[in-house]
């Protein structure tokens, strides 16, 4: 889902169907790799930070690249996106600009987390649900406009005795956890934060809360990401993964 999450990390999948994972030898080794690569993607040319423009355009008109990236000097790349128009229904398309020497980027000093937490790795059942469920999301950027998004299945859990269940949809075939906590507005995005969750068997998945992460929203305001529904709410606060940008000489974070 392009204007939600792209150039996001995600970890790697493994085949459906297999044996859940072994644990690790190094969990917190593998979890300091996936916190440096996160930091390389969001500075990259085409990363959260480097996001400066989504100029979406006037209905039925289609992005006319080349004109677009005529006279644009050689730091900024311009791609396209769409989505549907909330009212009509209709596809709606855009163009993206990013700036590989944007203020952000420039601005950026890090990425603050919790402490690497191996309590806060949870194994959960998948069941799967036949068809192609459709579940509204409520998005930053929508005024209170939902948009229907593919949910191809049920995450059941238990955590601190209170029984969930979860709505990961469907991005680029990983499943993808919008989820909110009560750290949510004082030492974590305000909106809430994402979560790719891994399949470790036909029915079961893990949920590694270390590698939660902030929505690219929270890198630059010209995403516009769906924010976590009723269901994804947890009683009690999170505390892994990541909190919040950091960033130099008083520039302004997306919170």
């Known amino acids: ?40 993607s969001l500075t990259s040319p085409t990363g959260n930070l480097a996001l400066v423009e989504t100029r979406w355009l006037p209905a039925g008109e289609l992005p006319d690249l080349e004109a677009a990236r005529a006279g644009q000097p050689a730091h900024v790349t311009v791609t396209t996106v769409r989505r549907t ?3 009509t229904g209709e596809p709606e398309f855009g163009l ?19 402490t690497h937490d191996p309590d806060w790795v949870l194994d959960a059942t998948f069941t799967p649900v036949p068809g192609a469920r ?24 238990t955590v601190d005795g209170r029984a969930y269940t979860l709505s990961a949809f469907d991005d680029d ?3 993808l956890l919008v989820f909110g906590d009560p750290t949510n507005g004082d030492t974590t995005y305000g909106a809430g934060r994402f979560l790719f969750v891994t399949r470790t068997g036909d029915d079961r998945v893990r949920l590694d809360f270390n590698r939660a992460f902030v929505p690219p929203c929270g890198y630059s305001d010209q995403y516009n990401c769906p924010m976590p529904p009723r ?20 520039f302004p974070a997306q919170y």
Not at 21 to 26: C, E, G, L, R, V
Not at 134 to 157: C, K, M, Q, S, Y
Not at 231 to 250: I, M, S
């Open 1 to 40: 889902m392009s204007h939600a999450v792209s150039h996001a990390a995600a970890p790697d999948q493994p085949t459906v169907g297999a044996t859940p994972d072994p644990p690790t030898a190094d969990p917190a080794g593998e979890w300091d790799a996936w916190r440096a690569e996160r930091a390389r």
């Open 85 to 87: 128009d909330l009212v």
């Open 96 to 114: 993206r600009f990013w700036d590989a020497e944007s203020p952000a980027i420039r601005h950026f000093e890090h990425t603050d987390t919790f």
């Open 134 to 157: 459709r579940v509204a999301f409520e998005h930053i950027r929508d005024n209170g406009g939902t948009r229907d998004l593919v949910v191809p299945g049920d995450i059941t859990l």
């Open 173 to 175: 075939g990983t499943l």
């Open 231 to 250: 269901q994804n709410r947890f009683h009690l606060p999170v505390r892994a993964g990541e909190k919040l940008p950091v960033f130099r000489d008083g």
